[in-house]
């Protein structure tokens, strides 16, 4: 049964959240981005609440995937510049701690062993974008527009780990284009550019979350976290060696969990079907 989480439930005891609405079933923890009002947009009280709950997650392995959605019209329109007209804080060192609690909310997506399928609508602008970019899976609506806003407001485009991840996902062609800039990328060009693997309506759209999630969960739980880590490393690999030495590891130490003997006869059982048939 799906259950909202709340401060006092199990999934993240203690955590209070006002702009984030969580669900858990089970192994699965669904959250969505709940200011429609504000396209969903960044305050100071959200990005606290992100930065805590991915934060929170890396040490909850009883959550084996996580969902990201938003309510309303917009996945997510960057900062709120009605509550941020300027500065973040009159001194330097004020500014960078403020700038870093936004930059953490991707690093620990990152970090966080559960994947990440991001469900995007409407516009995923400046820290929308990088939030976007962070998740390991990204589905659209048509209405997506994505851009790196922050070179049309006097800022580097390069801000929020947009610069790593557009190059590494799209190739550095696409990420000179977007981030010098500011230009929107619709649905279309988004699928043709491999930031999103599916773009459709809603109702098709949900269909083709459910596949993703029940294709992750058909997977053992330390399989599908280490891949998650695996692939986090060999992105910033030296070389072939340190990619194979982590993938070697991560074989033996998947194949002492119940899960793989269960899933080895698994498969046998069903070639042994298919040999028969």
């Known amino acids: 049964m799906s259950q909202p989480v709340t401060d006092d439930a199990d999934a993240l005891r203690g955590l209070d959240f006002r702009h984030l609405r969580l669900v858990r079933s089970g192994v699965r923890l669904d ?5 429609p009002d504000a396209a969903n947009s960044l305050n100071d009280r959200l990005i606290m609440e992100l930065g805590r709950l991915f934060s929170a997650l890396y040490w909850r392995h009883d959550i084996r995937l996580v969902t990201l959605s938003a309510a309303g ?5 960057g900062l ?21 609690r936004i930059s953490e909310i991707v690093i620990a997506m990152r970090r966080c062993p559960q994947p990440i399928i991001a469900r995007l609508n409407g516009a995923a602008s400046g820290g929308g974008f990088a939030i976007a970019l962070a998740a390991d899976i990204r ?15 006097g800022l580097s485009g390069c801000d929020i780990g947009v610069s790593y991840f557009l190059p590494r996902i799209a190739g550095a062609g696409v990420a000179s284009e977007f981030l010098l800039t500011g230009r929107f990328m619709d649905a279309e060009r988004a699928l043709r550019a491999g930031l999103v693997s599916a773009v459709a309506p809603d109702d098709e759209l949900d269909v083709i979350m459910e596949g993703f999630v029940e294709d992750m ?5 330390l399989g599908l976290r280490l891949t998650k880590e695996a692939l986090n490393i060999a992105i910033d690999a030296a070389g072939l060696e340190q990619v194979v030495a982590m993938e070697d590891r991560n074989q033996i130490l998947c194949t002492y969990e119940p899960d793989f003997e269960q899933a080895l006869e ?4 069903r070639s042994e079907q298919r040999a028969r048939s």
């Open 139 to 153: 589905i659209a609506t048509p209405d997506l527009r994505m851009n790196a806003a922050f070179v049309k407001i």
């Open 80 to 100: 709120d510049m009605k509550e941020r007209k300027g500065r973040a804080d009159p001194t330097v060192n004020g500014a960078l701690v403020a700038q870093r």
């Open 31 to 35: 959250v969505q981005l709940n200011r």
């Open 217 to 221: 969960l058909a997977t053992s739980p």
């Open 266 to 269: 698994a498969f046998r059982n």
């Open 73 to 77: 019209k917009h996945f997510c329109a």
